[in-house]
Structures are given as C-alpha cells and as structure tokens.
C-alpha cells in the first residue's frame, strides 16, 4: 500500500522568507510525486511534478521540490514566499506499481505574513 | 480550454434520495477518477477507471457507483445518500503525468 505523510498541519512564514512544506512517502516500485495548491472554494492546481530525472524539480510560480530516494521525501520549496502564496498545499503520490491509484496528503495550510 | 466540467457544483439533498454527479473532460485522456476533500483528511480517493467499461474502486469506495461508457464522461452516483457522504467532490482526469481537476462539487446530505 502506499501513503504520503504531510507533517505539518500548518507552516507561517513572513513574506520574503524561505517557504518549506514537507512530504514522505511510502510506495512498491518507483514513485510518481506531486505537489497541488487549492486556494480557498477552488479546485486543485498542479504546482508540479517528479516522475523519472533531475531531483530537483522546477514548477510554476517559482516553487521547486527535490526528491530524496533515501529519505522518502518530496519537500516542496521556494526561496522567498508571497502573501499571494497563503493557501493549502497537498502532495500525492502515485506508483509504477499502483498508476491508477493516487494518494493526497492531509494537507498543510500555508500562512504568509506581510 | 482544456477542462474537467463537474455538475451540480453545489447541492443539498436528503439521505436516500438517488443522485448523480457528471463529469467531462475534453483533453481524450483515457484515465479519470473521482476524490472526496474532508477537512484534515486531504483527498481520498473513491473510484478510477483507466479506460472505457474499466473501472476499479480506491481507497474510499462504500456508498459510491461509477461507470464509464465513454471516454469524456465518468460519472459518480450515489444511490441512496447518507449525512456521512456530506463532502466536497473533485473528479480529475490524467494523460500520463498529472491530473487535471475539476471546480469540484459540494454536497450536502441532511
């Protein structure tokens, strides 16, 4: 079975410092990670995504994660965060063994002050 | 515009009453699946299909019905509603990466 582990319910940070949300998985064969953003009464969108390459994934709006193998871990990054930034932040997996299924996180609920 | 088009977006019912929520995608990907969003419990997933007439339940399956006769459409049906299916809905279609999700649907069951 596979699982994805979001630690935090909650990240603050002030506008203009690094921004970090944290992701472990746990999947059979290799993964296929993903990281969404759902701003309030809207649907998901996709911020980007590691299947097969670089660790370090570039996505949009200046987000980027890295995939660590040895750690299990997919943390989503960006260099100096956006009051525009402040929303709920899901990753996913999925699985070369399991590609229909996808699991979400609980989610973790980004807070950025000016 | 690609798009994943879910209908009602919002709705209230009563338990036991039969309802369907549609779902379209106009991207001709072969895979779609249905989600519910609970506070604190992130999205689960409650059935895919990975082509016409092939569908498979997820993690989240009791109280649901799918199908899938054409390709655009995936349709999520609740035969008889309960107060515990209260939830926000996504239904999402993928090529061979990411999904693509819909606005999602709210539904409330009294």
């Known amino acids: 079975a596979q699982s994805v582990a979001q630690p935090e319910d909650q990240v603050n940070v002030a506008e203009g410092n690094p921004l970090t949300v944290k992701c472990t998985y746990s999947?059979?064969?290799?993964?296929?990670l993903f990281w969404y953003v759902q701003y309030p009464n809207r649907g998901l969108q996709f911020l980007l995504k590691?299947?097969?390459?670089?660790?370090l994934v570039k996505g949009s709006y200046g987000f980027e994660a890295e995939f660590n193998k040895s750690q299990t871990s997919f943390h989503l990054k960006k260099p100096s965060a956006l009051v525009s930034d402040s929303a709920l932040y899901f990753c996913?997996?999925?699985?070369?063994?399991?590609?229909?299924?996808?699991?979400f996180g609980a989610g973790t609920q980004v807070v950025v002050t000016p | 515009e690609a798009q994943v088009t879910q209908n009602p977006r919002y709705l209230i019912t009563v338990t036991g009453k039969k309802l369907t929520v549609t779902c379209s995608q106009n991207?001709?990907?072969?895979?779609m699946s249905w989600y519910r969003q609970d506070p604190g419990l992130g999205l689960r997933q409650i059935y895919y299909?990975?082509?016409?007439?092939?569908?498979d339940k997820g993690d989240v399956p009791e109280g649901y019905k799918v199908s899938r006769k054409e390709k655009r459409n995936f349709p999520l049906i609740l035969e008889s509603p309960s107060p515990n299916q209260t939830s926000l809905y996504f239904c999402?279609?993928?090529?061979?990466?990411?999904?693509?999700f819909g606005e999602g649907s709210r539904l409330t069951v009294l």
């Open positions: 999402a279609s993928r090529n061979t990466g990411e999904l693509f």
């Open positions: 999947v059979s064969g290799n993964p296929y």
């Open positions: 590691y299947i097969t390459g670089d660790n």
């Open positions: 996913a997996v999925s699985s070369t063994d399991s590609w229909g299924k996808f699991q």
């Open positions: 991207m001709n990907h072969e895979y």
């Open positions: 299909s990975m082509n016409v007439e092939v569908t």
